[in-house]
């Protein structure tokens, strides 16, 4: 299995994306591309029910996103061990699903639920490569720290602008 930080980002279809807009589904999948495990181990890490993990690493290993590396008879039990087959993923085309708070209904007493950000940058080829490897391990750290409350989801896309070389 290779260093997740070296790995590129699996493209996905528009099935797998679904399976991945889900909170609980991304904590899995980064587990397992640490290393392969057991739905009880992963349940034991991320403190949630084995029955439940185990019906989305089905779903994940169903959807073409985790491989069964391993199958153990322990004590006449079947322990099968599953692994990520990436921990970032790349899905051609815009990632907001049809459950993402409008922004005209976004807003609350306590502040906005939704927020948008852009901006355009000078930067050299390298500048952006590194760019994109900071956002990536951001993601990565919140992804594996939060500790519960609403789901949000983030969307950042970098792209060069025509036009806009030495200008």
């Known amino acids: 299995m290779q260093n997740p930080e070296q790995q590129q980002p699996l493209v996905i279809d ?4 679904k399976l ?9 999948m ?10 009880k181990q992963v349940a034991d ?9 185990h019906y989305h690493i089905q779903r994940l290993h169903e959807g073409g996103l985790l491989e069964l590396t391993d199958t153990r008879h322990v004590s006449g039990i079947v322990e099968k ?3 990520a087959k990436a921990s970032q993923f790349h899905f051609p085309g815009a990632a907001e699903g049809p459950d993402w708070v409008k922004d ?6 306590s502040g906005p639920f939704s927020e948008y950000h852009a901006t355009r940058l ?15 391990a951001l993601f990565e750290k919140w992804e594996q720290q939060s500790k519960g409350g609403r789901e949000y989801g983030v969307s950042v896309r970098i792209g060069r602008i025509d036009g806009s070389e030495g200008g």
């Open 45 to 53: 890490l991320l403190r949630r029910t084995p029955g439940n993990i």
């Open 14 to 17: 528009s099935k797998q994306n």
């Open 104 to 109: 005209d209904e976004a807003w609350t007493g």
């Open 122 to 136: 000078d930067l050299s080829d390298e500048e952006a490569s590194q760019f994109s490897e900071e956002l990536k």
């Open 20 to 28: 991945l807009q889900n909170a609980l589904r991304i904590k899995i």
């Open 30 to 39: 980064h587990a397992l591309s640490k290393e392969p495990m057991t739905s």
């Open 81 to 83: 061990y599953y692994a």
